[in-house]
């Protein structure tokens, strides 16, 4: 999987680069056929909303629509935390779909040949 991280307004630390490589690398567990991340953190010096102040975005490039999920905290390491938790809930419920459609496919084909057979 290809691994783009892109920063704005924020120094890049060997810590958060590492903590964000450990987040993505646990998508692969759920989807190995993941083609490249894209994240991207920032920080709004704007003083427009102080106590959420760090926003991390994070693009998925899978087969089909890419999945896409954002979110602004406080703390730079919980605004990660939550962006790669949401992207977590979207990959699962495009696997259970997934899961879902192609029981339903075989379930159809069952039937059918019962019905010619019968």
């Given amino acids: 999987m290809k691994f783009i991280l892109t920063t704005h307004n924020v120094t890049l630390t ?8 450990m987040r993505i690398e646990k998508l692969e567990n ?10 991207c953190l920032e920080k709004d010096h704007t003083g427009k909303s102080p106590e959420k102040s760090f926003k ?12 896409y999920a954002e979110d602004r905290e406080a703390d730079l390491y919980a605004a990660v935390d939550v962006a790669v938790k949401k992207i977590e809930q979207q990959l699962r419920q ?3 779909r997934a899961k879902a ?3 339903t496919v075989a379930a159809r ?3 059918r ?6």
Avoid at 30 to 39: E, F, G, P, S
Avoid at 56 to 67: E, F, M, P, T, Y
């Fill in 14 to 21: 060997d810590a958060i680069e590492q903590h964000v490589l």
């Fill in 30 to 39: 759920i989807d190995r056929w993941l083609i490249d991340a894209r994240v």
């Fill in 56 to 67: 991390c975005s994070i693009r998925l490039g899978i087969r089909g629509r890419d999945l």
């Fill in 94 to 96: 495009k696997h259970s």
């Fill in 101 to 103: 459609k192609k029981k």
């Fill in 109 to 111: 084909l069952k039937e």
């Fill in 113 to 118: 040949v019962r019905t010619e057979r019968g």
